[in-house]
């Protein structure tokens, strides 16, 4: 009898072991089907020519620029005041702070693999139409940098140091806005992440990531419905999305005002993703696992411009686990900016 009872006991760990190992087979299989999807692009950022030595010198200066705070109207603050190289090229707080260290009405955006974006539509409602307008909006805004872009020029000129700088970047030291805008989107265009523990699995390194994390990615292919907008290599559709938060930001609407972009925000980036919290635009989910129980139950609000791909999921805890686990592999060790120093007057 005894001999009956292990013989049955052995049958049926093999038999659960015959079952993990199938399941593990089909998972895998799912998962070689949507690799293609998220391979990285090879060759330089679009429009950047890093090995033309003028262009170099645009980067220069724009790297100098970014980290000067005297472009703002207090001199304290600089575009590396709310896009911290270690915090994800964000600042770690739910709300931006602007001039006089007053709160923003919005989360601040990473610019992390911006050169790549294809659209024509950049901070969460795409009301910047260039790279180039993106990098000059937030110096002229009063809610942030509070610096007119004429007066920014002046305080450009009255520094010596700048001459050197722009004559090498444009050909001569003359200081205009245009200019300043283009070496500040040069330099975001040079802000690349590397490779991350997921690109190196997509490359043929079957330890990179985990178990868990494989799952995590056929879930979020699958179920999970992530890709519909989280898409490509950088994981973003650059589009603009109601995802039910809730709040009375109307988002793209501001810019378009059509009902179907009523609270639509830009999809951000998943690059990095773990070191960029809190999220979503107004900064309301602290944590990863609180995104992806507001994904989960289908959105805190429903209402007429709410995204169609939005849904109750009804994830397990298991499946929950894998999805942040397959987020976390997205991160990558990027190399230290060491802060410039800065020109004299």
Known sequence: ML?????????????????????????????ETYKSDFQRPKGPVPGLDEENPRKQSVIKLGYMLFFDPRISSSGS?????????????????????????????????TILNLGYSEAEAFFWDGRAESLEAQALGPIEAAGEMNMPLDQMVRTLESIKGYDVLFKQAFGDGKVTKEQVGKALADYQRTIVSKDAPFDLWLKGDKNAIGESAKRGFVLFNEKANCAVCHSGWRFTDDGFHNIGIGDDDVGRAKVLDFEILRHAFKTPTLRNIDLRAPY??????????????????????????????VRQLNLTGREKKDLVN????????????????????
């Open 280 to 309: 979503f635009h107004d900064g309301s989910a602290a944590t990863l696992e609180d995104v992806i129980e507001l994904y989960d139950k289908g959105g805190n609000k429903d209402s007429p411009s709410l995204s169609s791909e």
């Open 3 to 31: 001999m009956k009872m292990v013989g049955l006991m052995i049958l049926t760990l093999a038999s659960i072991a015959s079952n993990v190992a199938e399941a593990q087979a089909s998972s895998e299989a799912l998962a």
């Open 326 to 345: 397959f987020l976390k592999t997205l991160t990558s060790k990027d190399n230290g900016i060491v802060i410039p120093t800065l020109p004299k007057k």
């Open 77 to 109: 603050l600089s575009c590396a005041s709310c896009h911290n190289p270690a915090l994800g090229w964000e600042d770690g707080l739910a709300l931006g702070h602007g001039h006089g260290m007053k709160k923003l009405p919005r989360h601040t955006p």
